[in-house]
T-cell receptor, first 111, second 114 residues
């Protein structure tokens, strides 16, 4: 019963490096999301995909790109990492009438 | 736009004490309201929800009532345990919002001491 699976769990990058965070869900959900969690600021939406084939910006999209590869997978890419992108990243998914289910998170440090 | 405001923590309690975490929201129409809990080192998981005014969500001894007149969704538990130590997030989804996006409050850290 995997739910939402994110990889990697931890990552350290140097400023300017790129990386892709992977997310997959096995619940046949239409919608998927990427959030970042920073102390005292709760979770802020980076990008979301309401359905396969569509993606839209959330509250804090600058510096990120996403790809909805298929119904199961939704990846987040940092093209040129900056220290301000040090955060914990969460992927989530939801169906039409179900609540959102979250992955375990990726702790990213940019030095 | 939509927003959620919840009390800042940390909240430190003794075991068996009463817990209240205040949450108020701003949204047009009738949003759905949620409480999520995050245990150390884990992702968020749904604790309870309410989808219309005067609904009461409940789970694991926690309760929250959707109050439209005060735009509030306060979380309560009558007798907390050490295992309730976690970060609690109030959140909403706006009606007819594309993709059922969640808007979160800042989170409240709760520490229960034996």
């Amino acid at each position: 019963n995997a739910g939402v699976t994110q990889t990697p769990k931890f990552q350290v990058l140097k400023t300017g490096q790129s990386m892709t965070l992977q997310c997959a869900q096995d619940m046949n959900h239409n919608s998927m999301y990427w959030y970042r969690q920073d102390p005292g600021m709760g979770l802020r939406l980076i990008y979301y995909s309401a359905s396969e084939g569509t993606t839209d910006k959330g509250e804090v999209p600058n510096g990120y790109n996403v790809s909805r590869l298929n119904k199961r997978e939704f990846s987040l890419r940092l093209e040129s990492a900056a220290p301000s992108q040090t955060s914990v990243y969460f992927c989530a998914s939801s169906g039409l009438v179900t609540e959102a289910f979250f992955g375990q998170g990726t702790r990213l440090t940019v030095v | 736009g939509n927003s959620v405001t919840q009390m800042e923590g940390p909240v430190t309690l003794s075991e068996e004490a009463f817990l209240t975490i205040n949450c108020t929201y701003t949204a047009t129409g009738y949003p759905s309201l949620f409480w999520y809990v995050q245990y150390p080192g884990e992702g968020l998981q749904l604790l309870l929800k309410a989808t219309k005014a005067d609904d009461k969500g409940s789970n694991k001894g926690f309760e929250a009532t959707y109050r439209k007149e005060t735009t509030s969704f306060h979380l309560e538990k009558g007798s907390v345990q050490v295992s309730d130590s976690a970060v609690y997030f109030c959140a909403l989804t706006a009606p007819k919002a594309a993709g059922n996006k969640l808007t979160f409050g800042g989170g409240t850290r709760v520490l229960v001491k034996p």
